[in-house]
Nanobody, 124 residues
Framework: QVQLVESGGGLVQPGGSLRLSCVAS????????MAWFRRAPGKEREFVAA????????YYADPVNGRFTISRDNAKRTLYLRMNSLKPEDTAVYYC?????????????????WGQGTQVTVSS
């Protein structure tokens, strides 16, 4: 059974930083591309960032490009999202996702497995 478990969310002030983690089990992590998505209150789920199986290729949504960094540690079966210079509009539930393909993608329908999400709130 595949499980993706996110952690690291919380309340942070504008301009602050957080690092999200997603631990995967039940799948071959080294052949799996991964991504982060988010859903803000009252909005559709949106793509945040993606990374290929080896961590060499990454892709970011425009609103987070330059502020967020996606990375992975295949030995630890863990995906990360480092979020800097956080803004109130980054407030959302953040989800990690996995797909049984080497290459990255930015469409939600391209991903096979999802975590339960972790809440990030940016507020003073």
């Amino acid at each position: 059974q595949v499980q993706l478990v996110e952690s690291g969310g919380g309340l942070v002030q504008p301009g602050g930083s957080l690092r999200l983690s997603c631990v995967a089990s039940g799948l071959t992590f080294t052949t799996t591309a991964m991504a982060w998505f988010r859903r803000a209150p009252g909005k559709e789920r949106e793509f945040v960032a993606a990374i290929n199986w080896g961590g060499v290729s990454t892709y970011y949504a425009d609103p987070v490009n330059g502020r967020f960094t996606i990375s992975r540690d295949n030995a630890k079966r863990t995906l990360y999202l480092r979020m800097n210079s956080l803004k109130p509009e980054d407030t959302a539930v953040y989800y990690c996702a996995a797909r049984h393909v080497f290459g990255l993608a930015y469409g939600a329908d391209d991903y096979d497995y999802w975590g339960q999400g972790t809440q990030v709130t940016v507020s003073s």
